[in-house]
Structure formats: C-alpha cells, structure tokens
C-alpha cells in the first residue's frame, strides 16, 4: 500500500461501520449523483472531517475494496457516441467484479431526461465468460439499445471506499488508483494514481450534505466524470472527444502533466 493508501486506511479505521445488509433509506439504486475529482492525497484530509456523519462498509476487516470493471459497447461505440453527444435517456452496460468478496454482477445503469440514474443488476458467475448472451433477457427488460451486439469495450481497475449517511439516505463513493487496460497487447495499463473520484449519491439533490460543503470550501466543485468515456479517451486518442476536453483537462491538471502525457504513459 503507498503512503495515500496508508493515511486513507488510517482514517477510515476510525470511522463506525455497516455491513452490506445494513443499509435501507441509503440503499439508492435510484438516485441523483454528483460528482468530483480531486487530488488523491485530500483524501486524508476529507474522511478527518467526515467521521462524525457517516459510517463506512466493511466486509471482514476490509474497508477499501478492489474492483474491475468491464463496460460493453457496440463495435461501433454507439454507447459512448450516445455519451459523447449528450443524448438523454442514454445507457451504461458493465459487469462488475467485487475482489473482496468473490462476488460479480452485469450492472445497467440508466440516465433519465431528468439526470436521475438508476441501476439495474444481477448476479453473475465471476468464472464466467459470456454475460451478455447469458443474460438478454435482463438486458432487453431494462431497456438496453442494440443489447445483441455488445461486446466488451474496456476493463479497469480501482480501489473504492463507500461511506453511508442512512438518516438522511446518503452514500459517498471514494475511487483511487484508477487503473485502464490498453487495446494495445503487451502495453502496461495506463495508471492515473494522483487523482480520486468522489461520488455523492442521494434520493433528491441536497447541497447541505457534509461531502459537498467540505469539497466546496476547499475549491472543489461537481463535474461530470465517466470512467468509461475518460477510459477510452485516454486509450483510444483517434476517438472524437470534444465534448470531454475539459473534463481530460482536469484529469492532467490532477496528474501533474498533460493530456499528451497521459496517453503516452
């Protein structure tokens, strides 16, 4: 574990904690979310100022849990396109591997014309290998476009910490050392380790939250950030991407370089 990971642990040491089946008003599956990125090493600094309201998942004697994430798409990207050009009503399709517990789930999540997302999943075998054909029906019942041809599209990598709110129904996700495979065979992951992604979900928008009053203070403010789309700017640079351009401007001013630089990493 580096020296972020080490402060981050410290601090959620102290925090209360919840299980998986703890949490009911805080279970959000629909939910409005907003989001930030920040530097890797606020962190610390964020969860000190946080313990007293929230709690934090545990499962065993973990707190800071590795996922990877594969996202499907169309051969021709109609998904990301979709992203790319603002459409409402627009759709992600992932299966999501939870390390910690051995346990996988193909996700759809949903954003509505009115920015709620909601999420819909089903457990899958982690041994497995073609969810999709697997599981059309699930797809086709959420209302997945071209679910027939989806095929996977990227695969990433993190560590996430998850705090709960379960009085007032709000969650705050915490991703670090963000990791994306390259299309390119025998080229290492990119890495983006000096950036985290900050994640406050809740029922109805709320700006009193103590997550979003503690980013504000400290000149943070909610911008939109899809580790898919970001993904794939960052691995597949011929893709258009205009509209992320000062989202990936962020991500270099975090990673202490250029976008260029980035890509070449």
């Known amino acids: 574990m580096d020296e972020i990971g080490a402060r981050v642990g410290q601090q959620l040491a102290i925090f209360a904690g919840h299980g998986l ?15 930030y990125l920040v530097r890797a090493e606020y962190i610390a600094e964020l969860l000190a100022a946080l313990r007293e309201h929230y709690s934090a998942l545990q499962i065993g004697d973990t ?33 999501r591997l939870y390390h910690d517990t051995e346990s996988a789930f193909l996700e759809v999540k949903h954003k509505d014309n009115r920015g709620v997302t909601e999420k819909q999943r089903v457990a899958i075998d982690p041994c497995g290998e073609d969810w999709i054909a697997a599981n ?36 705050v996700t915490v991703d670090l050392g963000l990791s994306y495979d390259r299309p390119v065979a025998g080229v ?20 009193n939250s103590p997550t979003i009053r503690h980013l504000q203070r400290h000149g943070y403010r909610a911008t939109g950030f899809s580790k898919y789309c970001i993904g794939q700017c960052l ?29 070449d990493a």
């Open 136 to 171: 059309l029906d699930f797809l086709e019942d959420c209302g997945v476009p071209f679910s027939g041809y989806l095929q996977p599209a990227q695969v990433g990598s993190y560590q996430r910490l998850a705090l709960a709110d379960e009085r007032s129904g709000e969650r």
């Open 63 to 95: 707190r800071l849990f590795r996922y990877t994430t594969t996202y499907y798409d169309t051969p021709g990207m109609d998904l990301y396109h979709h992203h790319h050009g603002g459409r409402l009503n627009r759709y992600k399709v992932r299966t």
């Open 235 to 263: 691995t597949q640079p011929t893709l258009k991407m205009n509209r992320f351009k000062p989202t990936l401007r962020n991500v270099a001013r975090l990673q202490g370089t250029n976008i260029e630089a980035i890509a």
């Open 21 to 35: 089946k703890d949490l009911k008003n805080a279970s959000l599956m629909r939910r409005v979310d907003t989001k």
């Open 188 to 207: 290492s992951p990119l890495q983006l380790r000096r950036l985290a992604i900050i994640e406050v979900k809740q029922g109805v928008l709320d700006r």
